[in-house]
């Protein structure tokens, strides 16, 4: 504690002045106190030959005297060095009592160059001058930032002048708390003649430091802190310097956070009200009014009995109570729309529904109290007649396999936990971001528009040979590799916009691959990264192509959504490729064999298979034993196999794969009057669409399938009973019968032969040394047949963990981290389609860095409609900032407005891989001017050989508006379109099993008519209410399980592609007799006729759907619409990509081709 206490006093200002002292002895007047006078400061002033010394007691009362000598020999010392100029500054050195009635004091006197007054001074210390500090002093005694601008206060800053209070020591921030800096003085070392009347340049002494004082970008800085003696230079005088100072902590960080209280300060006066984060706070507090609003609005039912519905736990029926048709009607009119609405069982009303307690008026969601523990479901039938509401009950984790059980009577009213949870999540966040509360002060400065920037470090190379490999193309390219040095090197945030095809997942999987090498050997590198989007499935896209040092990331979700697949895959390929290590040698396939066949023996003694499976089993096995057993084995094995192989045949039955999918959809069909008025003649349908290929249903039972397919009457069909037979009896026929011919019985002569061959391997691998191959077995098996443990193994030893910006900070993720928050780097792909207030979530949570993918050409973040209608009608300004993009907003900033020193944090990428060269050109010059896209990849690479389009990438396939117009309300669609789109399909699609084909619209009324189409072209199947292509479109050529076509809007198709995209336009009605000067901005009808183009091209006109839609294709895009519609002079100029393709297709161009209208597949 001795040695703390000494490193906390200030350093005295005696022991800082720098050169020899002069020392003089003279009288102590008996009427000075002599007590505490050593090592008081004492003013000496000459008034012609008379020298005065004052001294300041202990008490604060000052007392001045003559000054005289204790011998001749100290008047003339003192005499030389104390002139009227004041420039000398004396202190008590030593007392001599030892004379009776005499005192005799000791003067240590130094000589100044000067005493001057600088009025205010702030000086700031950098991380050069605080590590300095810090390295003096010494770890111990100086631990952060913080201790180190308190011992540079102590050993530089002197108390004031006597007379004054001098506090024992001072703390950073003294000077803030007492409302201005205090007094002090500062020793400083000056050339001769160096006018010091105001801050110069200069060096500053104290204790057994020296620090030199410099402006820097117009504030004044300590430089060079360093271990010095106290004798100046030969050319050096001492000065004096009276300043009010303040010492402040310079460091990137502490400038950071000073930056990030100041745009706080603004916010919270009023002053920022319009800022970017301002603005997204007023628009959250509204969200939350609204949800609460939407749950009062829907209101709720009574109901005084459930049961489960068919026989399932699944579905549950509530019998409701009289009252409230109407909210009947409308959860009958939603689900009839498809759209989904989720309810709430509970006992007791919420106080907004009617039930105990009060709530405020300008409450929220978040405010409202919920019971806990309620069940869930989404509403899947509503019967007015009947007053019934089927729900699905969601299971929740711990109640995955048992029934679900709501309360006996109760209500249902709106479910909203789910977004409570979302608002909770974002309103963490705010707050997070708004006390402070995060690691990167820098972050709130930059999303109000304020190009802060952080410490840079020492900067990491680029590339590495495993990053290299991330690329498929061997190596990045120019941008790639720019981006990749940007997003590692950043101190804080780096933005890379990516146009379609030019590789950003790439390019996300080689920074993983960097991080992690980087960070490998002073980190811990486990699960250190995040990767985030804004839904599900981009996070599924985003880790299927993600592994570093070989592990896959990990995606994490609450409730288990989303795929697995790449786990899977990354199982299967690991498991691969050990067994072909293995078995490229004798003994590596011996012990392969000795495991598999006694696994298949165990397995056939405890679970006989079918005769046929048995079959495969024994040829597998005599492949794998092969030149391992003796032949006599070998041949009794094949003797088997032949024989069983002969039984299967004649029998006459062969499995067929469909079976499976077959009996589903008998088992799906609806026998109950409740049920078939639900789906009934979709099921049916479906049902019949499947017996088609099977033999297994006769005419009859056709018949009253396809009775039931098309059965459109009211109340309950007259052949219920009769289905319910025909359903049976089908099931009779694809089960039963099937398992009598083939159910399963073990033999002995089988069982015996597989011991046989067990043991003769085993025997053979004794004789040999194969220790490795045993373990690596046991690693094979361990992946293989324990997909739980290996989960758990990646949860712990993952680089990457991967989760929705709203997962980011749910307990699931927490838990995988041990319940740590925060993560080194957080990675945002698909950045632009996020919702600012969800963006914040994953971004509050990064400590070091944030790379921000995306690209605001494309799709945008969707806004609340309630609050956006609000505020279109109140606040445009505010609304037109709300739709502006966070991640547009900040490419904008860190690629053009940023003014800080340091490498610029924003790239773009400009090499597209995806198109064919004329599309890739056609995209940057529609949507990415100033610079367009580069298409490295030559044209014969995207070949499509499709007959009918001479081998051209882009194609218009017109449908004038005489085939047939536009139809519907908000939702358009064109029947027209469809059915020209299902013909082109149908000509190409079998023909070409190697391609895929996307059909996108803008329109969900559209897409749900294209389907129809393809389903009556043979193209698709019902599925349910919804439909999907049929089994031939689901696999490729080699069989291999291949989605080779989709149809989605275009929300649903960003970040996927096609070889062959369709675009359906849908949008035809003939123009008005418009002057087309109308178009020009500055004629008085031009209101007219922006009014026309809004309601006759829609979503058309938004150049960002209109990137997404047509740049989805490789090798071919056709576009499917009414021509007219964009090549008259009355076409605006939003629909120019439009216009533009049309011109590529049309005649002279030999870039594209106009096809027939109208011709047939």
């Known amino acids: 504690m001795a040695a703390r206490r000494a490193h906390d006093r200030p350093v005295p200002l005696a022991d800082a002045l720098p050169g020899a002292p002069t020392f003089a002895w003279v009288e102590l007047p008996g009427a000075v106190p002599a007590d505490g006078i050593v090592g008081r400061e004492v003013v000496l002033a000459r008034f012609g030959p008379t020298l005065t010394a004052s001294h300041t007691g202990p008490d604060g009362s000052v007392h001045e005297h003559p000054v005289r000598g204790r011998t001749g020999g100290d008047d003339d010392a003192l005499r030389t060095v104390v002139t009227e100029n004041d420039h000398v500054i004396a202190f008590a050195d030593d007392l001599d009592e030892g004379e009776p009635r005499r005192r005799w004091l000791r003067l240590r006197v130094h000589e100044l160059a000067g005493r001057f007054d600088w009025g205010e001074l702030r000086v700031g210390a950098d991380e050069a001058a605080l590590g300095s500090a810090r390295s003096i002093a010494g770890d111990r005694q100086v631990r952060g930032w913080k201790d180190a601008l308190g011992w540079l206060e102590r050993q530089l800053l002197f108390p004031e002048p006597p007379g004054g209070p001098s506090p024992p020591t001072a703390t950073p921030g003294d000077a803030a708390r007492r409302g201005g800096p205090r007094p002090r003085r500062l020793v400083a070392l000056v050339a001769p003649g160096q006018d010091m009347a105001e801050p110069v340049p200069c060096r500053l002494v104290g204790g057994d430091i020296v620090a030199t004082l410099r402006k820097q970008n117009g504030e004044w800085r300590l430089r060079q802190v360093h271990r010095e003696t106290r004798s100046a230079r030969e050319h050096e005088r001492t000065a004096l310097i009276d300043v009010r100072i303040e010492l402040f902590d310079a460091t990137v960080k502490a400038g950071l956070k000073r930056q990030m209280r100041e745009e706080l300060s603004r916010l919270g006066s009023g002053e920022g009200e319009q800022t ?3 603005v997204w706070r007023r628009y959250h507090e509204l969200e939350n009014r609204y949800a609460l609003r939407r749950m009062r609005d829907l209101g709720f039912l009574e109901y005084t009995r459930w049961s489960y519905l068919d026989d399932t736990e699944d579905v549950v029926r509530f019998e409701i109570a009289g009252g409230r048709d109407g909210l009947l009607r409308r959860l009958r009119e939603e689900v009839g729309a498809g759209h989904e609405t989720e309810l709430e069982c509970t006992v007791q009303l919420p106080e907004i529904l009617g039930g105990s307690g009060r709530v405020e008026r300008d409450a929220g969601l978040l405010e409202l109290e919920l019971a806990k523990g309620n069940e869930t479901g989404e509403v899947v039938h509503a019967d007015v007649e009947s007053r019934t509401v089927d729900m699905r009950l969601v299971r929740r984790g711990g109640d995955a396999d048992g029934p679900v059980m709501p309360p006996a009577q109760g209500f249902l009213h709106a479910a909203v936990r789910g977004d409570r949870r979302r608002l909770d999540r974002r309103n963490r966040a705010l707050e997070r971001l708004l006390q402070g509360r995060i690691p990167l002060p820098q972050l709130l400065p930059l999303l109000q528009g304020v190009p802060a920037r952080g410490k840079e470090r020492r900067p990491v190379p680029a590339m590495s040979p495993a990053a290299e490999k991330c690329f498929a193309q061997g190596r990045p390219n120019k941008e790639q590799e720019l981006a990749l040095r940007t997003a590692l090197n950043t101190p804080d945030i780096a933005v890379v916009q990516g146009p379609p095809g030019t590789g950003k997942t790439q390019l996300i999987a080689a920074l993983q ?16 990264m995040l990767l985030t989007s804004y839904q599900h499935a981009a996070v599924d896209n985003l880790v299927e192509r993600s592994t570093v040092w070989d592990l896959p990331s990990m995606k994490i979700d609450s409730r288990n959504r989303g795929s697995t697949a790449h786990i899977d895959n990354w199982r299967t390929a690991t498991v691969r490729a050990l067994r072909e290590e293995m078995g490229g040698t004798p003994d590596g396939r011996r012990t392969l064999a000795m495991r598999d066949v006694a696994r298949r023996a165990a397995e056939y003694g405890t679970a006989p298979v079918p005769a046929e499976e048995l079959v495969r089993w024994l040829d597998g096995i005599a492949g794998q034993v092969r030149g391992l057993v003796p032949d006599e084995l070998l041949g009794r094995l094949e003797q088997i196999a032949t024989g069983l192989r002969a039984a299967t045949r004649a029998s006459g039955l062969q499995a067929d794969h469909r079976r499976e999918s077959t009996l589903r959809a008998v088992r799906g069909i609806r026998c109950e009057p409740i049920s078939f008025g639900d789906d009934g003649p979709l099921m049916a349908a479906a049902a019949l669409d499947h017996l088609d290929r099977l033999p297994a249903a006769d005419e009859a039972h056709r018949e009253l399938l396809d009775r039931a397919a098309d059965w459109d009457g009211d109340g309950t069909p007259p052949f219920l009973d009769e289905l319910t037979a025909v359903r049976d009896e089908l099931l009779d026929r694809l089960t039963d019968r099937a398992d009598r011919l083939f159910r399963p019985a073990a033999r002995a002569d089988v069982a015996d032969l597989l011991n046989e061959i067990v043991d003769e391997l085993d025997a053979r691998r004794r004789e040999t040394a194969e220790g490795v191959h045993v373990a690596l077995l046991e690693y094979l098996e361990a992946l293989d047949g324990d997909p739980e443990a290996v989960l758990a193994t990646l949860r712990l030893y993952t680089t990457s963990l991967a989760a929705t910006c709203q997962q980011a900070d749910s307990r699931a993720v927490q838990d995988v981290k ?13 950045a632009a389609r996020a919702n600012p207030l969800d963006l914040l979530i994953p971004l509050t949570l990064a400590a070091r860095r944030v790379i921000l993918v995306g690209d605001q050409n494309q799709l945008p973040h969707m806004l609340e409609p309630d609050v956006e209608r609000e505020l279109r009608s109140d606040a445009v300004s505010e609304l037109a900032t709300l739709r502006e993009s966070l991640f547009g907003r900040m490419f904008t900033l860190l690629h ?30 529609n949507f990415y001017p100033g610079g367009g896209l580069d298409s490295p990849r030559p044209a014969e690479q995207f070949a499509h050989r499709l007959d009918g389009y001479g081998g051209r990438p882009a194609a218009w396939l017109p449908v004038p508006h005489a085939a047939g117009g536009e139809h519907g309300g908000q939702s358009k669609s064109r029947t027209a379109e469809a059915v020209a789109i299902a013909r082109e399909l149908r000509r190409h699609i079998r023909a070409r099993p190697d391609l895929t084909f996307g059909v996108i619209s803008f329109y969900g009324a559209q897409v749900r008519l294209i389907w129809e189409q393809l389903f009556r072209e043979g193209l698709a199947e019902r599925e349910g209410p919804s439909y999907r ?15 080779r076509l989709q149809v989605g809007t275009v929300d649903a198709f960003q970040g996927k592609q096609f070889d062959v995209a369709l675009l359906s336009v849908t949008r035809s009605s003939p123009p008005p007799p418009f002057d087309p000067a109308l178009r020009d901005p500055a004629h008085p009808g031009h209101a007219q006729y922006e009014e026309w183009t809004r309601r006759a091209y829609g979503h058309l006109m938004l150049a960002n759907r209109m990137c997404v839609a047509m740049s989805r294709q490789e090798r071919l895009l056709v576009v499917v619409g009414d021509a007219a519609m964009f090549t008259s002079a009355l076409a605006p100029e939003r629909v120019r990509p439009l216009s533009e393709f049309h011109r590529l297709c049309a005649p002279p161009s030999a870039s594209g081709v106009l096809l027939e209208p109208g011709r047939r597949g």
């Open 276 to 278: 970017f984060m301002a």
């Open 513 to 528: 691959v960097r991080l992690a090498e980087e960070g490998r050997g002073h980190a811990v590198v486990s699960r250190s």
């Open 818 to 830: 041990d319940g740590e928050r925060l993560f080194d780097t957080v990675i945002v792909d698909e």
């Open 896 to 925: 053009n407005g940023d003014d800080t020193p340091g490498p610029r944090r924003a790239v773009r990428l400009r090499e597209q891989y995806r198109m064919h060269p004329v599309l890739g050109t056609f995209v940057g010059d």
């Open 1029 to 1043: 292509p049929v089994e031939e479109l689901r696999r490729d050529g080699d069989g291999v399980e291949r989605d």
